[in-house]
């Protein structure tokens, strides 16, 4: 796949990355797709999108020389590393999914981040739960999207930039500033029920 991508496009950015199958301590299937257990819809990537919500799992991950080139020195900021590498690719260059599973993710209740099932009763009780953390959540991602921004927004295309500045100045809104803006830009992470959790909680 990143032959593929680079024989295409021999100068630009590229991150590679599949899914994978969960499985439990002793290697029992849990869900043949990672991406299906976490409700991640990989055709609904966009910029806006990613600046919300991470859809690359960094162990399935591969970078080219361009992109490593490009990001430098991850900064000790950013919310996740996987998430960052993600975000300056679709920055600047291409990022190709691979939809099937490449490895075992392996869950075996010490995970430092662990794969729970994003939908249904359990979800939203997780969350009602762990308010205090989601809304830290959020906090991160508009600090990773400002760092983003301090470091290549000169480099950006106008509609780009426009992107993250919006993105950027969330913090500083109202409640009601914060659902235009993000109906406007499609701040929107990748189910309905994580819309509405945006609704109330970002």
Known sequence: AMQKAEQNNPDTPILVHSDLRVVDENLDTVCESFFDFQQIFQNKVTLPRLLVQNYVTGCTMMI?????????????????????????????????????????????????????AA????????????????????NATYIQAKILY????????????????A???????TKLQKIRLLRKYDFRKGTRLRVFGQYFLM
């Not at 939908?119 to 959020?138: D, P, Q, S, W």
């Not at 000169?154 to 500045?165: A, M, N, V």
């Open 64 to 116: 080219n020389r361009k992109l490593k080139t490009l990001c430098g020195s991850i900064p000790e900021e950013c919310a996740m590393h996987d998430w960052w590498l993600a975000l300056v690719c679709s920055l600047f260059g291409e990022i190709v999914c691979i939809d099937e599973p490449t490895m075992l993710y392996r869950q075996h209740g010490g995970n430092q981040v662990g794969a729970k």
């Open 119 to 138: 939908k249904g009763v359990g979800f939203i009780k997780r969350k009602l739960a762990t308010i205090n953390r989601v809304r830290e959540n959020y």
């Open 150 to 165: 301090e470091r290549y927004g000169e480099r950006l295309s106008t509609g780009k930039r426009e992107i993250l500045e």
């Open 167 to 173: 993105y950027c100045s969330m913090p500083q809104k």
